[in-house]
């Protein structure tokens, strides 16, 4: 892949990173629901934008961290 190319089809974008086709549609169905700007990752001609990509996996690590959280310490971080 050329370092500069930030935007790949969903064959190019499976192969470079790895994964399966069971996992991308997992996680593109988990940022649909839950990341606010997901269509700045899933763009409409078929392609996904790695940078965006990027902070959406990132969204997700902390949401899901989050939920794993302590109640008590959820609350004492808030105020």
Known sequence: MNQHRY???????????????????????????????????????HMIDIREYQKAMTFMAQQKWESKMDTHFKLRRVK
């Not at 790949?8 to 991308?24: A, R």
């Open 7 to 45: 935007q790949l089809n969903k064959t190019e974008f499976i192969e470079e990173w790895s994964m399966s086709p069971t996992t991308y549609s997992r996680r593109m169905n988990w940022i649909k629901e839950n990341y606010p700007k997901w269509f700045l990752v899933y763009l409409p001609d």
